[in-house]
């Protein structure tokens, strides 16, 4: 390897544990805190994605370190799975939702106007509007879930359980 990507590979290492306390510092912040500042959450947002950067980092150098595609899925799936922007595909999820659902509210509200619908309808749609704040309360939950993943992987977590397993199997 080249030194440039040598001396990358070394502060990058040497910013893993920064980058963990950080994660740590972000999902205490989640699961305690309720700030609706704009700006406070485009920080944690923008702290989040510096972290996974650090993580993306660490894999792809040892993804190259590997001998073999194979080894390096089966011995590091579990960092492939923490560094995956799940939030990302949930929120997806999440804007097509609440996109039919205004459809669906504008759809709803035409009706009330031309045609005089009964109060049970709009309730309806009342009820359907819950069911998507519900549905960001789990997304909460779940990137909360991505980053203790990522504390997991990176701090080793899983290997020393896995090793101890061994060791009583030896026995």
Known sequence: M?????????YNAKLIPYALIILLGIIIFE??????DARVLLLVHILDGIVI??????????????KSAKHFFRHYWLDILAVFPFVLLFNLFGRVYRAF???????????ILHEGLEAEKGLKAVARGEKALKFTRAARFIRIGARILRIVTKTHLFSLFNQRKKKRKKK
């Open 2 to 10: 080249k030194k440039i990507w040598e001396k990358i590979e070394h």
């Open 31 to 36: 699961l305690f805190l309720h700030v609706y």
């Open 53 to 66: 950067g650090i993580f993306v980092i660490d894999l792809i150098f040892m993804g190259l370190k590997e």
């Open 101 to 111: 659902l205004a459809a669906e509210q504008f759809a709803v509200g035409q009706a």
